[in-house]
């Protein structure tokens, strides 16, 4: 078996274990009851998943492999020699708590500086948790994360036993408290961090801020960022800025001028494809609109259809979306998402925008159930 096969095969078995884990484990306990298997963008996070197996892997191992030669400092060998006497679970126990520290302070600036939010922002988009969602990462992201969370236990000269141990612990751990559960875990919750702490952090508002630690609540407690929600989870999630919803899409965005990536996520080619897809999407509104409305009826605005999408708290009007052939066609619509009050049309809003469009190729793909 060549290494591509065995990389193959290795990738398709870990989804089929994951899945067989976690699947019965969000039906049993569910954190949203109302959330069904096959939910709205399982095929794009499905694409994350199979790119990170298959691809990035490799590359942020190959580049966190770099930093560690880098760091084989003589610098460091007196600190080495003092770590290395020490048992190998207290190595591995300082290597977890000051990874988890620095990743911490990470997180906190990925929700501060608007160049980490760029990249970030791809993890946050996901409108629907579960242990598939887990995986929706940019790579590059995923790389500085990681470097975060393993440079402790390089800097100690951790054995590369003990640093994979903790790369599984933690990465089954991410993947826990993404998934649709809503477990009781006792007093461990104090310790280790729990799926509804993690969920109130995807939670639909500007740049979150509580619950940074994946591993270790005590961290939000310390440094005052901890928040446990009581109430069942009815709460949105996803991002309040317009954003791509193919993956392909979402890992160029964050490389585009700030305007350019605004308006390509604001501009309904980009965002809808048909209007059963659109129900199942958040909406994506031109800059200077807001999409963060009460799920009250609307009102039909002249010579377009609107659809009330299905995420709580989100209302769009769309463009109206007719098939020719195999290619769907987007006829001209008036494009708002009002404040709280009724649709608006684009005479009493200038800056809702009239459009009409010929489909590009991403359209025409999704169109036929290509999730880019």
Do not use: K
């Amino acid at each position: 078996m060549t290494s591509a096969a065995h990389l193959a095969w290795a990738t398709l078995t870990s989804l089929a274990v994951l899945a067989l884990v976690f699947v019965p484990l969000e039906r049993a306990f569910p954190a949203r009851p109302g959330q069904r298997l096959r939910r709205p963008a399982i095929a794009v996070d499905l694409c994350f998943f199979l790119g990170q197996r298959l691809v990035f892997a490799a590359l942020v191992t190959a580049a966190l492999t770099t930093v560690a030669g880098a760091l084989d400092l003589q610098a460091l060998a007196r600190l080495r020699a003092s770590v290395d006497a020490w048992p190998l679970a207290l190595q591995a126990l300082a290597a977890l708590v000051l990874g988890d520290l620095v990743v911490y302070w990470f997180h906190r600036a990925c929700h501060r500086v608007d160049l980490l939010w760029r990249f970030h922002a791809v993890h946050h988009s996901v409108e629907h948790l579960d242990w598939l969602a887990a995986h929706r990462e940019h790579p590059l992201d995923g790389f500085l994360t990681q470097l975060c969370l393993n440079l402790p236990g390089v800097v100690l000269g951790l054995p590369f036993e003990a640093m994979g141990a903790l790369v599984v612990l933690r990465s089954l751990w991410a993947i826990f408290i993404h998934a649709n559960v809503r477990l009781p875990l006792g007093p461990l919750r104090w310790i280790l961090g729990a799926p509804e702490l993690h969920h109130w952090h995807h939670a639909r508002v500007e740049r979150t801020a509580h619950n940074f630690a994946n591993l270790a609540p005590y961290l939000d407690r310390i440094f005052g960022t901890y928040h446990c929600p009581e109430d069942p989870e009815t709460y949105p999630l996803g991002l309040t800025e317009p954003w791509p919803r193919g993956y392909l899409a979402q890992l160029a965005h964050p490389f585009l001028p700030q305007g350019r990536a605004r308006d390509l996520a604001a501009h309904p080619q980009s965002c809808f494809t048909s209007v059963a897809t659109a129900r199942s999407t958040s909406g994506c509104c031109p800059t200077g609109t807001s999409r963060n409305v009460s799920a009250s009826p609307i009102s039909a605005l002249p010579n377009a259809r609107t659809t009330q999408l299905a995420a709580p708290n989100s209302i769009a009007c769309i463009p109206t979306i007719t098939p020719r052939g195999n290619v769907a066609s987007v006829t001209s619509a008036s494009l708002c998402a009002p404040g709280p009050s009724a649709f608006r049309t684009s005479a009493m809003r200038p800056r809702c925008a009239t459009v009409g469009v010929a489909p590009p190729l991403t359209t025409r793909l999704r169109a036929r159930g290509v999730p880019w």
